[in-house]
């Protein structure tokens, strides 16, 4: 009896402990997860790049296929983020145009882009923010749908550029 | 008897895969932590403050550093501003000092950032030389954690919970630094 209840004490104490570790770890990541709105989210409205659809999207290893590709058409790439970070590393051949996020960036790339035909294959970046806290993408992909383009990719970048493609190997160039 | 210890063995198996789970997986607490197996010496460096002055990394030895990396366009950095306000205000007086390294093109949106949020800390403006010297700032929010005797204890990529840097902000102003080694010189 007294062997009983030892084990039974030990059952216990164990899936006790199992629940409390996992009550813990979900509380923990609950407290770390995106917050949007946040304490100075209502003075800046995020645009967020979570509301691009899937089919919006390219994956960082679908663009090095293109790019490295000898056969099909190679997108126009445009960096829409940072400029101190472009210049620590971006996409070889991809031109800094300025943040999507503020109206002078939208303006650039509209200058930019206006003379293209709209069938172009274009493919625009960041990777400054985590991707669910991206103000920049969305903003100018609305910028080239509204003026009719209608091959238009936002590169996938869910962490950061360093982590999502400076990490992994693929190709980059620094500097202006 | 036998269906008692396969709850039991179950329990453990449950709880490691969990606290594995929780390790590795979204960013939970501490999983933005790069390991800084070596603490190298964090990289000198001099840049033009908000303020006009210039900000030394050097002049801060002897005390415990957050160098935060941040921009006024990011919403995770822009979060864990009105966090870092008040742990300075907290800690200060046992030697943190928290440092803005602000990665935005021009300094007209941080200077009204600084205002509006009453930071109380310095910040600079920073560039493409000083990321690399930091091993590259591609993405933000990164903050380094640089102990009294300016050796980078941590690094953190992405939104951090700030119960996290408290708790090693916490460990690391408990550790006199040069003042300790010196005397046992």
């Known amino acids: ?176 | 008897m036998g269906k008692k210890i396969l709850i039991a063995i179950a329990a453990i198996a449950v709880a490691i895969g969990l606290f594995f789970l929780n390790r590795h997986r979204g960013i939970s607490p501490g999983a933005g932590v790069a390991n800084i197996a070596k603490h190298p010496l964090a990289p000198e460096f001099s840049l033009p403050e908000l303020t006009g002055q210039t900000l030394d990394l050097s002049a801060y030895r002897g005390k415990v550093v957050l160098l935060d990396f941040w921009a006024t366009w990011c919403d995770p950095c822009r979060d864990e501003i009105p966090r870092f306000v008040q742990l300075q205000n907290k800690y200060r007086d046992q030697g943190l000092q928290i440092i803005g390294i602000s990665m935005d093109d021009g300094p007209e949106p941080v200077l009204d950032f600084y205002q509006r949020f009453h930071m109380n800390y310095p910040v600079a403006m920073g560039n493409a030389k000083i990321g690399e010297l930091y091993g590259g700032i591609l993405g933000l929010p990164i903050a380094f954690l640089i102990d009294r005797n300016g050796r980078i204890e941590a690094k953190h990529i992405g939104a951090t919970d700030i119960s996290v840097f408290e708790r090693e902000i916490k460990a690391l102003l408990q550790s006199r630094g040069i003042d300790n080694y010196q005397s046992r010189l």
């Open chain 1, 1 to 176: 009896m007294k062997r009983l209840s030892m084990k039974r004490a030990i059952t216990i104490v164990l899936v006790g402990t199992a629940a409390i570790m996992a009550a813990s770890g979900w509380a923990a990541r609950a407290n770390t997860q995106p917050r949007l709105g946040g304490a100075t989210g209502a003075i800046f409205p995020a645009y967020q790049a979570t509301f691009l659809s899937s089919s919006q999207l390219i994956n960082p290893e679908e663009l090095v296929k293109i790019l490295q590709s000898p056969k099909g058409e190679k997108p126009l790439m445009i960096h829409v983020g940072s400029h101190v970070l472009y210049e620590q590393a971006h996409i070889p051949g991809s031109e800094y145009i300025g943040p999507g996020s503020s109206e002078i960036g939208i303006q650039q790339l509209r200058k930019r882009v206006e003379a293209l035909p709209r069938r172009k294959f274009i493919v625009i970046y960041c990777g400054c923010c985590p991707w669910s806290h991206c103000p920049t993408v969305k903003p100018a992909d609305d910028a080239l749908h509204a003026m009719g383009f209608t091959n238009v990719k936002v590169l996938y970048i869910p962490d950061n550029f360093g982590a999502n493609w400076v990490d992994k190997g693929y190709p980059i160039a620094k500097g202006e």
